[in-house]
C-alpha cells in the first residue's frame, strides 16, 4: 500500500512539473500577448538588452580608470650562476699603508719591512661576487590619475554610449513589436484563406456534381462540366499552397516571438476584430515633430559622439598629471630561508608626481583635430538630412496608411456585389438561361476580390504598424 501512495505522488509531482513546464511558453496569443511575449524573448530584443548592460560596464570601466589604482608585485630572483665583478687589486693591498709611510719615513731598518711585497700592479683585479644567490622583493603601488583631457571626455563618451545603446533597444523593440504585428497578421491571413478556399471548393464540388447529373440527361453541354473541372483544379491548387504558406506563417511567427519553431501556437484574435481595431484615423493628424522619433535620436547621438571626439583631439594638447605612491620591503639569502624568523628584511617607501606636457607633435595633434572637425561637419549635415529624411517617411506611411484604409472599404463592397454576381450567375446557369463561361468568369471574380478584400485587411494592420514605428508610437 505504501508503495502504491508513493508511485500515486510520484505521478502528480510529474503532472504538475509537466504542466508548469508547459505553462512557460502559452499556446495561445491575442495581439498584444504576443507583442509583450516577443518583447521578453525575441533573440534581437534579448541581445539589445545585454548591450545595455554591456554598456553600462564600459561606462564604469571608464570611470575607473581615474579612480585610485592599486597594485601589488612579489619578485623572487634566484641566480644560477651569480654576476662576478672585477675590482682593482690594489684596492685589497694590506701594506698600502705601509709603503706609504715608508716614503715619508725610512722604515728600512726595521726588518718587516724589508719582507713586504711589492705592490700590484694597475692592471691586476681581484673578481669579487656582490650580493646573495637569492633575493625576494615584494612592494605595492597606488597610483592616481588628478588630471588629463582625454579622461573627461571619455566620461562624456561613455555617457553617450550608453544612451546610443538605449536607443538601439528603443529601436530594436519597435521592429521587434513591427514584426510581430506582420507575421501574426500573416498567419490569420493564410487561416482566413484557407477557410475560404475550402468553402470554394465545397461549393464549386457541389455545382460540378449537380452539373455532371444535368449532362448525363442530356440537358447541358460538356463544355460546361469542364469549365467547372478547370476552376476546381484551380482552387485545389491554391489551397494546397496556402495551406504551405500556413504552416511557414506559423513558424515565422514562433521565431518572430522567440520560441520554438515547432511550438503549437493558437492566435486568439480574427483578422476582422484587428482590422476594425486598427482603423484610426486620428492617427493621421499627429504631431509631425520628428526630433521625438528613435531615428533622429540616433543620428543626433552619433552627431553628439563626433563632437566628444573632436574634444578629445582638442585636450591632447593638454598636460596630464599623475601621482604615485609606493612601499615595499626585499629580502636576501644564499638558500630559500625567506620564511624562518630570523630572516631580515628591508622596507622602502617613496611618493611621486608625473607630469607629461605635449609640446610639438610635427603637426600630427593639429591634423588629427580638423580630420575631427570634417567628420563633426558631415555627422551636422547627415542630422539634417535624417530630419528631413524622416519628414518624408511619416508624410508617406500616413498616406499608405490612409490609402489602406480607402482599399478597405473599397475592397469591401467589392467583395458584396461579386457574391451576389457570383450567386446570379450560378441561378441563371442552372435555370439555362446563363453559359458556363459566364459563371466561371463571375467565380473568378469573386475569388480574386476575397483575396484582396484580405489582403486589404492585412495592409490597414501593416501600415499602421508601419506609421506608429516611424512615430514611436506603440499604443
Not at 502528480?12 to 505553462?23: H, R
Not at 718587516?112 to 691586476?124: L, T, Y
Not at 497578421?185 to 487561416?191: A, D, I, P, R, T
Not at 509631425?288 to 566628444?308: C, G, H, P, Q
Request: with cysteine; charged share 25%; proline share 3%.
Amino acid at each position: 500500500m505504501r508503495n502504491k501512495l508513493i508511485f500515486i505522488f510520484s505521478l502528480c509531482f510529474l503532472n504538475v512539473g509537466f504542466s508548469q513546464e508547459n505553462q512557460e511558453i502559452p499556446k495561445s496569443f491575442s495581439l498584444d500577448e504576443a507583442i509583450t511575449f516577443a518583447l521578453e524573448n525575441n533573440r534581437t530584443a534579448k541581445n539589445a538588452v545585454r548591450d545595455i548592460e554591456a554598456a553600462k560596464k564600459q561606462k564604469w570601466e571608464t570611470t575607473a580608470a581615474g579612480l585610485p589604482q592599486i597594485n601589488a608585485a612579489v619578485d623572487y630572483q634566484n641566480f644560477i650562476k651569480q654576476p662576478v665583478s672585477l675590482l682593482p687589486a690594489s684596492a685589497f693591498d694590506p701594506f698600502n699603508q705601509i709603503r706609504q709611510l715608508n716614503e715619508f719615513y725610512d722604515l728600512s731598518s726595521l726588518p718587516v719591512i724589508d719582507n713586504i711585497p711589492a705592490a700590484p700592479r694597475d692592471d691586476e683585479f681581484i673578481p669579487v661576487v656582490f650580493g646573495t644567490k637569492q633575493a625576494v622583493n615584494a612592494n605595492i603601488t597606488l597610483n592616481q590619475l588628478i588630471f588629463d583631457g582625454s579622461y573627461l571626455v571619455g566620461l562624456q563618451s561613455a555617457k553617450v554610449f550608453l544612451e546610443i545603446s538605449q536607443n538601439a533597444k528603443e529601436k530594436t523593440d519597435l521592429e521587434v513589436r513591427k514584426a510581430v504585428i506582420n507575421a501574426y497578421g500573416n498567419v490569420l491571413l493564410s487561416e482566413q484563406s484557407v477557410a475560404i478556399l475550402e468553402r470554394n471548393k465545397a461549393t464549386l464540388e457541389k455545382n460540378l456534381n449537380e452539373t455532371k447529373k444535368i449532362y448525363e440527361n442530356g440537358l447541358t453541354e460538356e463544355e460546361d462540366v469542364e469549365q467547372l473541372e478547370i476552376t476546381l483544379s484551380s482552387i485545389e491548387s491554391n489551397l494546397r499552397n496556402v495551406k504551405r504558406l500556413r504552416d511557414l506563417s506559423y513558424k515565422m511567427l514562433n521565431i518572430t516571438m522567440g520560441i520554438d519553431l515547432n511550438h503549437d501556437t493558437t492566435l486568439t484574435d480574427t483578422l476582422q476584430e484587428l482590422t476594425i481595431e486598427n482603423i484610426a484615423p486620428s492617427l493621421l493628424g499627429t504631431d509631425e515633430d520628428v526630433t521625438k522619433t528613435v531615428d533622429y535620436k540616433i543620428a543626433a547621438n552619433d552627431t553628439r559622439s563626433k563632437e566628444l571626439l573632436l574634444k578629445l583631439e582638442k585636450s591632447k594638447a593638454l598636460p596630464s598629471l599623475a601621482g604615485f605612491v609606493t612601499a615595499g620591503y626585499n629580502g636576501n639569502a644564499n638558500s630559500f630561508d625567506f620564511f624562518q624568523r630570523e630572516q631580515q628584511w628591508f622596507g622602502t617607501a617613496a611618493f611621486g608626481f608625473s607630469l607629461n606636457i605635449p609640446i610639438f607633435s610635427s603637426l600630427q595633434r593639429s591634423a588629427s583635430t580638423q580630420r575631427a572637425k570634417i567628420n563633426l561637419e558631415k555627422a551636422t549635415d547627415d542630422l539634417t538630412e535624417v530630419e528631413q529624411q524622416l519628414k518624408l517617411q511619416v508624410a508617406a506611411a500616413k498616406s499608405d496608411y490612409q490609402l489602406s484604409i480607402e482599399e478597405y472599404e473599397t475592397a469591401k463592397k467589392n467583395l458584396r456585389l461579386s457574391e451576389r454576381i457570383e450567386q446570379k450567375n450560378q441561378v441563371k446557369f442552372f435555370e439555362g438561361v446563363g453559359s458556363s463561361f459566364e459563371l466561371r468568369q463571375a467565380q473568378t471574380q469573386l475569388y480574386t476580390a476575397q483575396q484582396e478584400y484580405l489582403q486589404a485587411m492585412l495592409d490597414v494592420i501593416n501600415k499602421k504598424a508601419a506609421l506608429e514605428t516611424i512615430l514611436n508610437q506603440t499604443n
